[in-house]
């Protein structure tokens, strides 16, 4: 049997670490971060253990790339979906939605990960979270900012704030209430992005799209472009 080429070997290798990612933020999200092992999200996974450290220093590296790519992803998707726009202040409320959502929809995940940020490693730059600053990034220069040097990691903090408050445990903030105020702050319409659920359900009249692993592909030109 000829030796596998090299292009295969990457491919496998893409494959290994896309589903260690999955198998992080699918566990995480069930048990906490805490109750999750590197071997569980290795069997889930369905890899050997080794490859684990093969590609991550540690489970918190691996949970940090894995909620970056699943927040770079969401908001990627929302940034782009149809119909597509240039619009600066809705490319905004859409960046502003896409980041409420995964706190409304993925709460113990999103609480998990801003723990992780106050661990004493902190906070852990991965390509993953890098693709993130970018669309952000991107988010605030279509928006109008004359210094995006300044004004992307206050839109950041602003975000992160939002995502705290949403999830604290005991006295957890509206998302819609949080929405408003960022609204406010960037000049928005209420009727921009994806409005919240005027029953008040803590909805969206969009319909929900939970299902984590379309962010994960695991088969060759599956991934989101």
């Known amino acids: 049997m000829s030796p596998r080429s090299a292009l295969v070997n990457e491919e496998l290798r893409r494959r290994s670490k896309e589903r260690l990612l999955h198998a992080a933020v699918e566990l995480v999200d069930e048990r906490g971060y805490e109750a999750t ?4 999200i290795a069997d ?3 890899s050997a253990r080794g490859l684990v450290s093969y590609y991550f220093p540690g489970k918190r ?12 992803r969401t908001l ?5 979906r149809e119909p597509r726009t240039d619009d600066g202040r ?3 409320a859409r960046a502003i939605d896409a980041i409420l959502g995964l706190a409304r929809d993925r709460p113990v995940l999103m609480r998990q990960h801003m723990a992780g940020l106050l661990q004493a490693e902190g906070f852990l730059p991965c390509p993953e979270q890098r693709r993130l600053a970018e669309l952000l990034s991107d988010t605030v220069a279509r928006h109008g900012s004359q210094d995006v040097g300044s004004d992307y990691p206050m839109l950041r903090a602003l975000l992160m704030g939002a995502v705290y408050a949403a999830v604290m445990p005991g006295a957890p903030m509206s998302v819609p209430v949080l929405r408003a105020e960022l609204f406010k702050r960037y000049r928005l319409d209420w009727e921009m992005g994806v409005p919240p659920d ?5 909805g969206t009249k969009e319909k929900d799209r939970t299902d984590m692993g379309r962010f994960f592909a695991t088969e060759p030109g ?4």
Do not use: F, I, N, Y
């Not at 590296?61 to 770079?72: D, G, K, N, T, Y």
């Open 76 to 80: 990627e998707e929302a940034l782009e």
């Open 90 to 92: 809705e490319r905004m």
């Open 222 to 225: 599956t991934q989101p472009k």
């Open 44 to 46: 889930r996974a369905g």
């Open 61 to 72: 590296q691996l949970v940090q790339s894995a909620v970056h790519r699943l927040m770079h």
């Open 37 to 40: 092992t590197l071997g569980d």
């Open 198 to 202: 005027p029953e008040g359900t803590g």
